[in-house]
């Protein structure tokens, strides 16, 4: 088979066949197929689209494109998450151990921030000591001790989608809904969960930009979950402005560790308690989402959340003394407060440009591989709808220089519109919950 014909096949509109597919995620995993030949492939994907067939077949050539999870010794009912990307999205590091705390078991495998949406794993690698790299051995022995590992794809587990990933936050081929579906479904097969609840991120801070192409990505996954026996839940969240407060790595574990001690709460914590209690439910550990909600809610107050996340931090290394002292966690020295340049109401947040904001401090990725600087960032002080007034502080960033600071600040203000009257309304947080029955 020939991969240039291949890629133009594709270029031109046409189906690919099982085996043309077998073949691009073969050459793949063994290396055989150079990058620019996978980068074009992968862009004439997102132009020209793939059908459901054609997304099934990418899918399970991921999902064996190596090892797969068997979790059968952990005992329970195991649940995953996983969200398709946004801004200051930090409910993994809320819910897996408010979830696990009740005696569900949550066995995560996490990606890395891609493009301008952040990843549990960098943000994770950012707590001083903290272990992702954790093998299938070690994982299943946590798993059975305490009933959380948060943990980076092991090297044996799709390969093919660690290598396409890379490629595609650095060739603008992220946001396609085939490689999307393929690339979550695939890790989410292979890492071997009985039920999974999907994040899918719907607005200007996601990769799905309306509710259209929200479902159509929630449906395509759900169903391919389901057709190999899982059970999945899919829930469409809002990302029209950043979720939580805090942008960067070190700053959203701050952040996550002040849900889990109660002191914030806001949409963060609404999408966490949800998500969980859609975990909950798929777990059959309670009947309604209120119910579960209420039964995560109490482990925030009883605080039983947070020893399960010092659990996980002591389990996998990280230094446990952050959760009570945050100066241990890294935070970049330059510093810029950025201001609003007129009164008036803040009526749109454009969240991707704030996550690019996010990038240019140093803490997301311009290019594959490129080590990040876990202590910068963005604190946002203003939600949507907020009213400000001229001079007033609507971010501060952190940077390892002042120059990085004042670009980030460059994006920032394009990101935020200002208008003299309020909009009408802002875009809901919880757009639609796709369960099994539906
Ligand atoms: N998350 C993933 O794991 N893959 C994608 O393609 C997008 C978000």
Redesign the pocket.
Known sequence: MNFVDIIIKKRDGKKLTKKEIAFFVNGVTDGSLPDYQISSLLMAILLNGMDAEETAHLTMEMAHSGDMFDLSSVEGFKVDK????GVADTTTLILAPLVASVGVPVVKMS?RG?GF?GGTIDKLESIPGFRVDVTEEEALRFGRKSGIVLMSQTDDLTPA?KKL?AL?DVTGT?DSIP??AA??MS?KIAAGADGIVLDVKCGSGA?MKDLESAEKLATTMADMGRHVGRKVTAVISGMDQPLGMYIGNSLEVMEAMEVLKGNVGGDLLEVSLILGANMLLLAGRVETEEEGKALLLEQIKNGKGLAKFRELLVQQGGNVHVIDNYDLLPLSPAKLEVKAEKDGYITHMDTARIGRASQETGAGRMFKGQPLDFGAGIVMKKRAGDAIATGETFAIVYSESEEKCRSAADILKKAITIEEKQAAKQPPLIWKIIRQED
């Open positions: 996983h969200s398709t990307g990606g891609l949406s989608d990933y595609r992220v490689l999307i690339s979550i890790k990769f």
